[in-house]
């Protein structure tokens, strides 16, 4: 079974609260995960993320700056 995550690129100065990727069992699942916490991604200094498939890169960078 594969495994979807998103990495996170921080902006500079920034670090990630916690270094612990979350897996999710589908694209749909991550993709809509997405979808409901980017701001608060954003907030916490997150300025992009990228999904993998376990490690095959599927898409990304993507920004989260709004607008």
């Known amino acids: 079974m594969s495994a979807w995550w998103w990495e996170h690129e921080f902006a500079a100065g920034s670090?990630?609260?916690?270094?612990?990727?979350q897996e999710f069992p589908t694209r749909a699942d991550a993709e809509s995960w997405?979808?409901?916490f980017w701001s608060d991604?954003?907030?916490r200094?997150?300025?992009?993320?990228?999904l993998f498939e376990d490690e095959r890169?599927?898409?990304?960078?993507?920004?989260?700056a709004a607008g």
């Open 57 to 64: 890169l599927v898409y990304g960078p993507m920004s989260l």
């Open 45 to 50: 200094g997150v300025t992009a993320v990228t």
């Open 34 to 36: 997405l979808g409901e």
């Open 15 to 21: 670090a990630p609260a916690d270094s612990q990727r």
């Open 41 to 43: 991604l954003a907030e």
